[in-house]
């Protein structure tokens, strides 16, 4: 098993999360058929395949990089902030 209960507490640490005797082994079984599922992958020819970045061919809009005049005023925005100190927004701290 490539991946063992140990890596997978490790893992399950790492992300915050509790696992049960059963899940760390479920998790521990799935995790390894993920790797040996890659290993198999590597061994696939790709070398005559073209590097995509998407399965689309949507191309991306591109606008020239200049500074528009603000259609909304600063004031008539911050109108409607419940709470504010000068021109800025003031929100609740998130991070301790």
Not at 18 to 45: A, F, G, R
Not at 48 to 68: C, H
């Amino acid at each position: 098993m490539l991946i063992d209960e140990k890596i997978t507490l490790k893992i399950a640490s790492l992300a915050k999360l509790e696992l049960t005797e059963q899940e760390i082994k479920e998790y521990s079984k799935d995790l390894t058929n993920i790797l040996k599922w890659m290993e198999e992958l590597k061994e696939v020819d790709v070398s005559n395949v073209q590097p995509v970045t998407s399965v689309t061919k949507n191309e991306l809009y591109e606008r020239e990089d200049i500074a528009y005049k603000n259609t909304v005023e600063q004031e008539k925005i911050l109108l409607n902030a419940p709470e504010k100190v000068g021109e800025y927004f003031t929100v609740p701290k998130v991070i301790e």
